[in-house]
């Protein structure tokens, strides 16, 4: 009810300036003992505990990249009830992104469009910050990490070994995103040749560190099967330790917002409800395919404990939320676990 209401008032705002208002107000309830308990959230860890990747989680419930981009309120999202956040995506220097206006909701697609364009502080900002976690947390971080915009694709293996290797002591997992759909000629490093490559070199690197960190790959939902097909073949042939499926889509069909509006918009990545079957459809795929055999993190129009559970039955070992939780609220944690606990 408390999140209805707060969601009311921030919806008149612009997209972008309610998302850094809606931190400033978790990070304010998280210092105050009187709201804390209206919002944060107990979570059953012992009945829900995920152990993944060397890893353990308290629940399968986490927060996907792009929520926290600079590692500056994963502790709160922490005591909201995610027992892992997915900060970035970090690159090696700071950019600004793509120009404004870059986010906008779809209130009856339950959905956003967004070109951030991996706006961020660059990763030595980002490894100050995260100098600061909470040692004791069980908290779990992920480090996803991508190229600077202005990075040709043929030295983008220099950018994704700089940022893995000034993470690496900081985080607990990697999330290799060559899949978003906002800075140009990224997706074409998800084709078979030059994904092999660069994976293989942060491979390397990851050995060369001394104590390997789990490495994921984040794919899009707009790869055909064949393409699906590569992404097995590498992610078996490499051991990679997991697949996040999926990013945002490029594609607009079935919308009820009205075209015009959508095409007024312009480019950028969908997420939200329009995309809950597709990216269910890719983790059933990617799971027949894999065999069980390499871990899927589901994410992608989770709205509801239903949308949670239909992942899960699809192959995926955890979740992560986002647009889902921007309209629903911290209300969504709490009703996938509570489905969760009912099936434990």
């Avoid at 795929?285 to 404990?305: C, D, E, R, T, W």
Wanted: aromatic share 8%; glycine share 8%.
């Amino acid at each position: 009810m408390l999140y209805r209401l707060a969601r009311f008032f921030l919806f008149f705002l612009d997209a972008e300036k309610a998302h850094y208002f809606s931190v400033f107000f978790i990070k304010l309830v998280y210092k105050l003992p009187i709201l804390r308990g209206l919002l944060l959230h107990k979570n059953q860890r012992e009945l829900l505990s995920v152990k993944l990747f060397g890893l353990t989680f308290s629940s399968p419930i986490g927060l996907a990249a792009g929520f926290d981009k600079n590692a500056t309120c994963f502790e709160e999202m922490g005591k909201l009830g995610f027992s892992f956040v997915e900060i970035g995506t970090v690159t090696p220097l700071p950019q600004e992104g793509n120009p404004k206006p870059r986010l906008f909701r779809l209130k009856k697609d339950l959905a956003i469009i967004n070109r951030m364009g991996f706006n961020n502080d660059g990763s030595i900002a980002v490894v100050e910050r995260l100098k600061n976690r909470n040692k004791q947390s069980k908290l779990i971080i992920g480090g996803n990490i991508g190229k600077n915009k202005w990075t040709p694709n043929e030295k983008a293996q220099e950018d994704y070994l700089q940022v893995f290797k000034e993470l690496y002591a900081h985080v607990d997992y990697f999330a290799i995103n060559v899949s978003s759909p906002n800075t140009e000629n990224l997706r074409s490093l998800q084709d078979k040749e030059p994904l092999t490559a660069l994976l293989i070199a942060i491979q390397q690197l990851n050995v060369q560190l001394g104590s390997p960190k789990p490495i994921l790959l984040k794919i899009a939902p707009d790869l055909s099967n064949n393409q699906l097909d590569d992404i097995v073949s590498i992610a078996l042939d490499l051991k990679l330790d997991g697949i996040i499926a999926t990013n945002t889509t490029i594609t607009r069909e079935n919308l009820l917002t009205p075209e015009s509006y959508v095409k007024s918009i312009g480019t950028g990545g969908l997420s939200g409800k329009p995309l809950t079957n597709r990216s269910t459809e890719v983790i059933r795929y990617l799971h027949k395919g894999l065999k069980g055999n390499i871990p899927i993190i589901g994410v992608g129009g989770i709205h509801s404990a239903q949308d949670a559970i239909d992942k899960l039955d699809a192959g995926a070992s955890l979740i992560q939320l986002y647009t889902g939780f921007i309209y629903e609220g911290p209300e969504l944690i709490k009703a996938i676990q509570k489905e969760l606990l009912s099936r434990a």
